[in-house]
DNA sequence: CCCACTTTCTGTCAGTTTGACAAGAAGCTA
DNA sequence: TAGCTTCTTGTCAAACTGACAGAAAGTGGG
């Protein structure tokens, strides 16, 4: 036992990044430009650079490079995947991320190696949409995250820019839960939770209807009472 | 970047194995038995095996060689750590799991190499009781995550034997939450979720007072309603 | 056997929250 | 101005919650 040497593994981090666009929700995909699964569609993500540096730090990094988000969405640990035989190359250890990005102008911006694309969730959780290595099951497991944050923490903010407007966050809602709901009773709800959202200022955003007033995050991570997401 | 080479890291596996013991949480600690840290008190772990070795095979694996619970208590993955500087012996990541071992005999069953004992979360939390690398750490991740999923899953059963009564539940909700609550309001509740306790048979079990019907876990996960744990 | 005691279990009741829905408020367009 | 859209404020019955009374069913002591 005292010749006997622990082995060693390879260190990768892969970022699940969702985002709410039109009503649905998207995961952003990039095309991977070396083998294995080259010309694949999968996850960001990359190996640790060097032995100093910190998995945060890496997944903070592979969001910039490949994602180009460089400001500083939402982001926590997801998970680990280290299957053995879940990479030709080896022992691969994946710790996975998940990332929340605000509405974006339009498209991903420009990103480093390979074009980088966002897809609707469903495409990939239902199989229409093929992905390498074992990343559909993360897929699934952050969109699985995200759905039961959207209970009882403010995680719906994230997706949201500086300032929004109730129905805005109602499309959040709706989107990642895939569920309709009664403006009316969201609308109490939101506002009951105290320290969720905070009035933003006197302005208003204008729409096809009447101007919505704007809020920001609150202060508060823990939602009380939470969003409970009835049996419909 | 072509003759650059990927970071190798060791990986190890750790475990917050969760019981209650009497009225408190109480978390299995192990004497470590080789440098570093020998002499300190550490979660239960241990490096990966062989590169074929699968995580979740390393975690039972380990629950077995240090903790003697052979059987199967519920077992899930807990999070990430892998902090350069953590382990003097090198860049280790480690696998941390949570355990939730039903209420037991007595003492630990007898363990391979070091003693195990019981010991109450709170020592560990409040520092009373040091721990040996970032177990402290992991130990408050450990139990905030058993402490949140009480809520909303069927996890407390687990603390649990194969049957049990509504006050033994009780009491697992109180001890993990550090909490009193009502035993009227709790039984209604209970009961109301559908599949989170199934009657078990006729038979009752004595105590002090009048015998209490006996439950097994349901058939459910997910609770619901969930059991909330209000602002006290 | 009767009484005190403990714990389990079944109700009751007021206050709060929920889900469904009506209707007013405030903009835009024609 | 009329019509349309969306935001916002209410209303109301049903369900749920927290606090608490009290019956049920055992144990142990005299």
Redo the contacts with the bound molecule.
């Keep these: 036992m005292s010749d006997w040497e622990a082995p060693r593994v390879l260190l990768a981090v892969d970022l699940v990044i969702l985002t709410v666009r039109g009503s649905t929700l998207q995961v952003l995909l990039v095309e991977r430009g070396v083998e294995p699964f080259e010309g694949a569609l999968a996850l960001p993500g990359g190996f640790l650079r060097d032995l100093d540096e910190d998995i945060p730090a890496a997944a903070r990094r592979e969001l910039e490079e490949e994602a180009g988000l460089a400001d500083e969405p939402h982001l926590e640990p997801l998970g680990v995947y280290g299957e053995p035989g879940r990479d030709p190359r080896g022992r691969v250890i994946s710790v996975a991320h998940l990332a929340i990005a605000p509405r974006l102008p339009e498209p991903v911006a420009g990103t480093d190696a390979a074009e980088a694309w966002w897809k609707p969730v469903d495409d990939v959780l239902s199989g229409r949409l093929e992905l390498a290595f074992d990343h559909r099951r993360i897929v699934a497991d952050g969109v699985e995250r995200a759905r039961a944050k959207l209970e009882h923490s403010a995680l719906a903010t994230a997706f949201c820019g500086e300032t929004f407007?109730?129905?805005?966050l109602q499309q959040v809602y709706e989107a990642v839960w895939g569920v309709q709901l009664?403006?009316?009773?969201f609308?109490?709800?939101v506002?009951?939770a105290q320290g969720f959202i905070v009035p933003a200022g006197p302005s208003?955003r204008?729409?096809?209807?009447?101007?919505?007033?704007l809020f920001r995050a609150g202060p508060v991570h823990t939602l009380n009472?939470p969003m409970?997401r009835?049996a419909h």
Tied chains: 1, 2.
């Excluded at 009664?182 to 009773?185: H, T, V």
């Excluded at 204008?206 to 007033?213: F, I, Q, V």
Aim: hydrophobic share 15%; glycine share 8%.
């Design positions: 407007t109730i129905s805005e009664d403006p009316r009773n609308y109490r709800k506002q009951r208003l204008p729409g096809n209807g009447r101007p919505a007033r009472p409970v009835s």
